[in-house]
């Protein structure tokens, strides 16, 4: 069984921090690149963060850049998100996503992230 779980949602103010967390499985899973995206009620799905597995290199959309880090666990299959001085534009379900070396890209049910102002 090849997964991807989320965990960390919640509830937080504008300006608050969280750390989102996503661990793939099986342990053995060989990963090429693990991302964060989100959707929000009546918008596109959006890419926000993406980590290299092997290399670490990252990539952020625009409206996160400076305020969310992507950060990575290769021992644990896991790939982290902590946000800070979060907007109530963040507000979405938060997705994480796998791409293995062989096989199909792997999605995670989401975890739902809400900032208050």
């Known amino acids: 069984q090849e997964q991807v779980v989320e965990s960390g949602g919640g509830l937080v103010e504008a300006g608050g921090s969280l750390r989102l967390s996503c661990v793939a499985s099986?342990?053995?899973?060989?990963?090429?690149?693990m991302a964060w995206s989100r959707q929000a009620p009546g918008k596109e799905r959006e890419c926000v963060a993406r980590?290299?597995?092997?290399?670490?290199?990252?990539n952020y959309a625009d409206d996160v850049k400076g305020r969310f880090t992507i950060s990575k666990d290769n021992a644990k299959n896991t790939v982290f998100l902590d946000m800070k001085s979060l907007k109530p534009e963040d507000t979405a379900i938060y997705y994480c996503?796998?791409?293995?070396?062989?096989?199909?890209?792997?999605w995670g049910q989401g975890t739902q992230v809400t900032v208050s102002s």
């Open positions: 996503n796998a791409k293995p070396r062989y096989g199909r890209e792997l």
């Open positions: 099986p342990r053995s899973l060989s990963i090429a690149d």
């Open positions: 980590i290299n597995w092997i290399s670490g290199s990252t």
